[in-house]
């Protein structure tokens, strides 16, 4: 499965969440660990709702970027 990851850069750190999976969340000092980090979360998620026998959500969300002209 092909979930959509939604990185954001902070001050200080980068986030990552995936809207296809409330409340899987990561946090790191870079991108690198963050992508790390919330691949495990969401394997680790997969996990808990196959052991609790409950479905897995498909992936449906989708990202895109616009090109905005700046004033």
Do not use: C, N
């Not at 939604?6 to 000092?29: F, M, N, Q, T």
């Not at 963050?34 to 897995?56: C, D, N, P, Q, T």
């Amino acid at each position: 499965m092909q979930y959509t990851v939604i990185y954001e850069k902070g001050d200080s750190a980068w986030g990552a969440y995936v809207p296809d999976l409330p409340g899987v969340i990561a946090a790191g000092d870079s991108r690198e660990e963050v992508e790390s980090l919330i691949r495990e979360a969401v394997e680790f998620h997969i996990e808990g709702l196959k052991a609790e026998g409950l479905a897995v959500p498909p992936p449906a969300s989708s990202a895109g970027t616009l090109d905005i002209a700046a004033a």
